[in-house]
């Protein structure tokens, strides 16, 4: 099983900045890819971005293109998303997830939230 754990969420003003982590440990050898959802009240979660491990190809969510980036460090088994140009519909809970070769995202952290004022 691969742990995970998030941080570095909070409240900003709209156009400000945030980077979120995402600390992995326990066997993190099996993991094929990383990414970020996020899930505000109401509505359903959704991808916003990913990052093969081993290559570190990414992948976006139009609504964040442009936006955020997604980057990871192998030594700490760390992965990152650098928000930037924040709107108030980017509040959320933003969680951090991994997926095995061959398969869909299935493993979660519990979740950071992120408040964008107006």
């Known amino acids: 099983q691969v742990q995970l754990v998030e941080s570095g969420g909070g409240l900003v003003q709209a156009g400000g900045s945030l980077r979120l982590s995402c600390a992995a440990s326990?066997?993190?050898?099996?993991?094929?890819?990383m990414g970020w959802f996020r899930q505000a009240p109401g509505k359903e979660r959704e991808f916003v971005a990913g990052?093969?491990?081993?290559?570190?190809?990414?992948d976006y969510a139009d609504s964040v293109k442009g936006r955020f980036t997604i980057s990871r460090d192998n030594t700490k088994n760390t992965v990152y998303l650098q928000m930037n140009s924040l709107k108030p519909e980017d509040t959320a809970v933003y969680l951090c997830a991994t997926s095995p070769a061959g398969r869909s995202y299935n493993n979660w952290g519990q979740g950071t939230q992120v408040t964008v004022s107006s």
């Open positions: 326990g066997r993190t050898f099996s993991v094929y890819r």
């Open positions: 990052i093969r491990w081993s290559s570190g190809t990414t």
